[in-house]
């Protein structure tokens, strides 16, 4: 027990002193290959999508890791294209990261590996249960299934996966066998619910509001059906990354991470997405006591008021620590960017970064990108009690749900272990989690 609580003590105090320096314990994306043997409309990397295709070499992500770990990095994506293209490489990296001393080790995939069709089971779950056995080997913590719709057809079709789901349903036990719990990823595009969710045509309603609020009743049974059906499949952690569109209004963006697109599945208008970002709210704090839900409520209400007519009454979103604490490394040039949207600021080799020099000060809320805003939301309350304690209090006095949410968020994420996907949920305790 000492053993276990000294390395704790150590990683808690060490968490400390970067917030007591006003910085946030950092993150890395690592772009590990642009490859990728999936369909997906909505993004850039799509097999059909003709670009000249890059993968960081094993030396190059060691070097990252090492300065990551010397920076005292906290979380560290393995991201792709299709990272599991590079199994024993991945698996090598991931083993590298964790003697390195990174705790948060994540990575994923589109599920190619678990497709079943016509396949025969012995040898469905032998090349399956290999993969897993790789991966479970490793100091991985969470490791994310991507699903776009909970209409298994619509989202095979999207992705060009035949028989991925049934798959998938099949491989879940075997994962829970050998210690691993999965977490889904639903990419919110307008294909949730099944094809194009929302065949509403604004047009056909007398005013907005009408519009809107049949757009809400649609996608809310929609994320109903989508957390009941991973429910049923098995998965015991679920995430959400938002939308991938850029608010194109912003001249100055140029997306180096091609997981982005223009095409309109992924994309809403102002007034769609400050209900799309309520309909979250509401789903999430619905199925919180279900199943392991990550996305923070503090999130998805200062996204919700971003987007609303009001702006938020004036309260504007945390700053985002894209570009500060966190950062993004493409499989292309192998330099670090901002995030994987501000692609015209190369910050070259993460190696020869001076954190120092950053500015601290920058506030960009350009995109919704889950990976970085969901983070920066939920530490930003601990930021601000180290560097300006009297703004933290005028914010608890005036923004009460806010910080609601907040204290909602920390004891629901206790109950979930902090989303340990090495661990079991304790489905009994998750029981009684309540709004309040
Ligand atoms: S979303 Fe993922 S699986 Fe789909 S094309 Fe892009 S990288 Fe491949
Ligand atoms: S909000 Fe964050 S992730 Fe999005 S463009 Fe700005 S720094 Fe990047």
């Not at 320096?21 to 690592?30: A, E, K, L, T, W």
């Not at 295709?53 to 992500?61: E, T």
């Not at 469905?124 to 897993?132: G, L």
């Not at 805003?373 to 530490?379: F, G, K, L």
């Amino acid at each position: 027990m000492k053993e276990k609580m000294i390395p704790v003590c150590r990683t808690l105090l060490s968490d400390l002193k970067s917030i007591g320096h006003h910085r946030s314990p950092g993150q890395v994306i690592v772009q590990i290959t642009d490859r990728c043997n999936a369909m997906c409309p909505h993004c850039g990397m799509r097999i059909s999508n003709p670009f000249r295709r890059s993968r960081l070499s094993n030396d190059q992500i060691k070097k990252i890791i090492d300065a990551a770990a010397a920076n005292g990095v906290a979380a560290l994506s393995f991201t792709g294209g299709e990272p599991l293209l590079c199994l024993d490489d991945l698996t090598e990296l991931i083993q590298y990261a964790g003697h390195s001393g990174i705790r948060f080790i994540r990575t994923g995939t589109n599920g190619f590996f678990m497709r079943i069709n016509g396949s025969n089971i012995d040898r469905f779950k032998s090349r399956v249960t290999e993969t897993i056995e790789k991966l479970a080997s490793t100091p991985l913590r969470n490791f994310w299934i991507s699903m776009d719709s909970s209409v298994p057809e619509v989202h095979e079709a999207m992705r060009g996966l035949p028989g991925v789901i049934g798959g998938i349903e099949k491989a879940i036990p075997i994962f829970h066998a050998h210690g691993l719990y999965p977490s889904v990823n639903l990419g919110v595009n307008r294909n949730i619910g099944g094809r194009f969710t929302s065949e509403l045509d604004p047009r056909e309603f007398p005013c907005e509001t009408d519009y809107l609020e049949a757009f809400y009743n649609r996608y809310r049974e929609a994320m109903r059906q989508f957390y009941k059906r991973v429910i049923n499949m098995g998965f015991t952690i679920a995430n959400t990354c938002y939308p991938m569109s850029i608010d194109t209004s912003e001249k100055d963006t140029n997306a180096v991470y091609a997981a982005t697109a223009t095409d309109r599945i992924v994309r809403f208008t102002q007034a769609e997405k400050a209900v799309l970002f309520k309909v979250l709210m509401d789903s999430v704090t619905e199925f919180r006591s279900k199943i392991r839900i990550f996305s923070p409520l503090t999130s998805l209400f200062n996204l919700h008021r971003q987007y609303s007519s009001d702006h938020g009454n004036g309260h504007t979103p945390s700053r985002c620590l894209g570009g500060i604490d966190y950062f993004f490394i493409d499989a292309n040039k192998g330099n670090a960017f901002p995030c994987g949207y501000r692609g015209n600021e190369d910050m070259g080799k993460y190696w020869d970064l001076n954190l120092k020099r950053i500015d601290l000060n920058t506030h960009c809320k350009r995109c919704d990108w889950e990976c970085f805003r969901d983070p920066s939301e939920q530490i930003a309350p601990l930021l601000q009690l180290f560097s300006s304690p009297l703004h933290l209090i005028k914010q608890v006095i005036t923004d009460r749900t806010y910080f609601r949410f907040w204290m909602n968020d920390l004891r629901y994420y206790r109950l979930c272990q902090f989303f340990d996907g090495r661990k079991k949920p304790n489905m009994s305790k998750l029981a009684f989690y309540t709004q309040k």
